[in-house]
């Protein structure tokens, strides 16, 4: 029986020529990635190891983004604890503020990760970099702490899932549609400890962009890892980014999956996860009359360049509802200050939203657009869980940045096609 992508990958990477589904290997590691949050708890983990350095000081990546700018003095204690131990290994991949930004948006950006890697990450979505026909996924700070002090990891090769894409997008249908369509399709627990691999010739009408965001969410249907087919769109963006030697994988023809899926593109219509649970999906003409208080444009799934020109496009000349907030997160610093240098900035101030320099900060109810009692949130972020975002009786409803933008206007959830 033939690989998926995943496991040519694992299989390479455990020094193997064939692994099969629910095989336990040891795998090496081209990239280890922890955050604020995360790493604190790993570096303590590495010190009880007893090693004195890092297992390579190029394939370690932190990225304080959580709670940053630091919005307290924990959160300040948190960062100077890790930029310490960054600097006692001579970690290369250090990034805080002023060149900082999300992390799974930021590691791409820098050309940390191409095709054929094995990325680890202490955040749950280290799934993002799948995009570029990589294996990651995420993992505990212990894990981390082993990744770093050894270079590899133990893992079980999932099973996998296939998703075959075909036809085009609507206008204003994005990649964050896609992936909240097939989450309420499969449901959150429908890709359990599974590779969610994406293939077809509608890979080819979906940018960069598209594939970051479905990668990022595969964690949200339980998926192991998300994985894409490469493709001439994924050399260009490699080619762009990084100098890193890559390694393409195919899946065999004879490759075993679980179940597969053919996802027809143009049929995919906006769609809204209601709270409590990224399966609890509507299509933008079944949502109904749902006032909202706050939208918020951003986050390690939606705060690229392409999310930055949408949300513009929509609300160039018009105004966010006077009862909402508005707050639009552009995810590096590279995104920002080509969303400046583009206008965007422009046509967001006077439209009356808010523009943050770079953070986490309000997906996971941190800082920079907390929700009060009763309150609810447009948000293009990845989970909408109970408190999620403030308070545990606000609510968030996930969406694309079109249908954010659009809402933002109405000062209710709403199509882009009625603005």
Not at 31 to 60: H, M, Q
Not at 150 to 159: I, L, N, Q, R, Y
Not at 242 to 252: E, F, Q, R, W
Request: charged share 25%; with cysteine.
């Amino acid at each position: 029986m033939g690989m998926t992508m995943t496991q040519k990958i694992l299989a390479d990477h455990a020094g193997l020529e064939n692994v099969k589904a629910g095989q336990l290997i040891k795998a090496k590691l081209d990239l280890v990635l922890g955050n604020d949050i995360t790493t604190p708890v790993a570096v303590k983990e590495f010190r009880k190891i007893g090693v004195s350095k890092v297992f390579d000081k190029n394939k370690i990546a932190i990225v304080p983004d959580h709670f940053t700018p630091n919005k307290d003095i924990k959160s300040a204690e948190q960062v100077k604890f890790i930029k310490e131990f960054a600097r006692e290994m001579g970690i290369v991949n250090y990034f805080e503020i002023g060149q900082m930004g999300v992390e799974h948006a930021l590691l791409p950006e820098k050309g940390l990760v191409v095709a054929g890697d094995v990325v680890i990450g202490a955040d749950s979505h280290t799934c993002t970099y799948g995009a570029l026909g990589a294996f990651s996924t995420g993992i505990g700070s212990t894990d981390m702490a082993a990744g770093m002090a050894t270079g590899e990891a133990w893992f079980k090769v999932p099973e996998a899932i296939k998703f075959v894409l075909k036809g085009k997008l609507r206008k204003w249908v994005s990649g964050k549609d896609v992936i909240l369509h097939i989450i309420g399709m499969i449901g959150v627990d429908g890709a359990l400890y599974k590779s969610m691999e994406f293939t077809g010739e509608g890979l080819s009408r979906l940018s960069m962009d598209d594939r970051l965001s479905m990668a990022n969410m595969a964690i949200e249907a339980g998926g192991k890892n998300g994985i894409f087919d490469v493709d001439e769109k994924t050399l260009e963006y490699i080619k762009e980014h990084s100098t890193k030697p890559y390694k393409i994988y195919k899946a065999d023809s004879d490759a075993e999956y679980s179940e597969a899926y053919e996802i027809d593109l143009s049929e995919i219509k906006s769609t809204v996860a209601f709270p409590h649970l990224p399966e609890n999906t509507r299509t933008i003409d079944k949502v109904g009359n749902v006032a909202i208080d706050q939208v918020v444009i951003g986050s390690c799934t939606n705060g690229r360049i392409e999310d930055m020109r949408v949300a513009a496009a929509i609300l160039k000349g018009r105004k966010v509802h006077p009862k909402v907030r508005c707050i639009i997160i552009p995810a590096t610093q590279k995104i920002w200050k080509q969303s400046m240098n583009e206008g965007l900035f422009d046509i967001f101030v006077d439209s009356g939203a808010a523009v943050s320099t770079p953070t986490c900060g309000p997906c996971l109810g941190g800082h920079m657009g907390i929700l009060a009692k009763g309150e609810r949130a447009v948000a293009t972020t990845n989970r909408n869980f109970v408190g999620r975002m403030g308070h545990p009786e606000s609510e968030v409803y996930l969406a694309s940045p079109a249908v954010a933008a659009a809402s933002a206007i109405a000062g209710r959830i709403a199509s882009p096609d009625e603005i």
